[in-house]
């Protein structure tokens, strides 16, 4: 048997991937010895592309071509907005990151590539090219909290923010945005190839640059 489209995907990028999913944060995250600063700077830009993040899972349910999927991705949009918009709050509050905080440090590099990506994936009103940044950003973080260990930090920050991409519910979504792809992506293979290799580029950078932008209560950087 053939290799399905999304592993042939990841297998080309597998290099960069292996060293997003395996970086110091993860490790750090793990074990509960990551620095507030680095979770704090790391959460910030996190949250700072939210707004584009969403404008790309609408123009997914826009462009998407089966009630099922538009319906699929828009529970999903529902649990961003709900759930993990949640977390993000209380993340900051535990923090001390306040809202004039969130709102006044710049965006990093990495995020303004990771923004620009969103709708420049949107603007081309392609499933496929939605689906290819939506796989890498789902996929790849479910990767890296699947090899957690049962036992979380003591932190909640930090245990949250595992389970939140680590539980059967996130893995089925998964499962869903790669038959997605493995279905219409390869009828536009080279559109497809570009957005999944500048995602997962994108990805380790935003990885390194939460210790390159640690960012502390009072806003030193």
Known sequence: MSPA?????????QPTWDRAVTHRFVHELFDGSIDDAVMAGYLVQDYRFLDSFLVLLGSAVATADTLEARLRLSRFIGEVAGEENTYFLRAFEALGV????????????ATEQFTGLFREAAQTRQYAAALAVLVVTEWLYQDWASRAPAKRPENVVHAEWIDLHDYPGFSQFVAFL???LDRVGPAHRDLVEEFFGRAV?????FFD????HPVTADGAR
């Not at 489209?5 to 990028?13: A, I, S, Y």
């Not at 306040?98 to 590099?109: C, K, V």
């Not at 580029?201 to 950078?205: K, N, S, T, V, Y």
């Open 201 to 205: 580029d994108i990805e380790l950078a």
């Open 209 to 212: 640059a939460a210790y390159e």
């Open 98 to 109: 306040s809202a004039h905080l969130r709102e006044t440090i710049p965006d990093t590099p």
């Open 5 to 13: 489209f999304t592993d042939e995907l990841r297998q080309q990028n």
């Open 178 to 180: 790669r038959a997605e």
